[in-house]
């Protein structure tokens, strides 16, 4: 059993950045790939980016590559998510996620999500 709480969410305008966290707790924090998602309104979720536990090894969404940084500290059991140069389509109400194993090579079969905190981007 893995409970995740996200923060540093909330509204900017186009151009700027927010950095949102995910506190991770209830299991053993190195055994997890960590990811970010999102939903937009009127959309289907989508993957946003993703950290192996260990090694450097990231994966992100075409959408928000050079824009959109993640990185953990699993000293602190958290994983954030840099964003910069936002964009109104970046609105969305964003999900940390963790799927049990190392590998980021699927963007699937994550098993435990947070509850989802808002970004509203203003143009």
């Known amino acids: 059993q893995v409970e995740l709480v996200e923060s540093g969410g909330g509204l900017v305008q186009s151009g700027g950045s927010l950095r949102l966290s995910c506190v991770a707790s209830?299991?053993?924090?190195?055994?997890?790939?960590m990811g970010w998602f999102r939903q937009a309104p009127g959309k289907e979720r989508e993957f946003v980016a993703a950290?192996?536990?260990?090694?450097?090894?990231?994966d992100y969404t075409d959408s928000v590559k050079g824009r959109f940084a993640i990185s953990r500290d699993n000293a602190k059991n958290t994983v954030y998510l840099q964003m910069n140069s936002l964009k109104p389509e970046d609105t969305a109400v964003y999900y940390c996620?963790?799927?049990?194993?190392?590998?980021?090579?699927?963007?699937?079969?994550?098993?435990?999500w947070g509850q989802g905190i808002r970004v509203t981007v203003s143009s």
């Open positions: 209830g299991d053993t924090f190195t055994n997890y790939a």
């Open positions: 950290r192996s536990p260990f090694s450097g090894a990231s």
């Open positions: 996620a963790a799927r049990r194993g190392a590998s980021i090579l699927v963007r699937t079969s994550y098993n435990y």
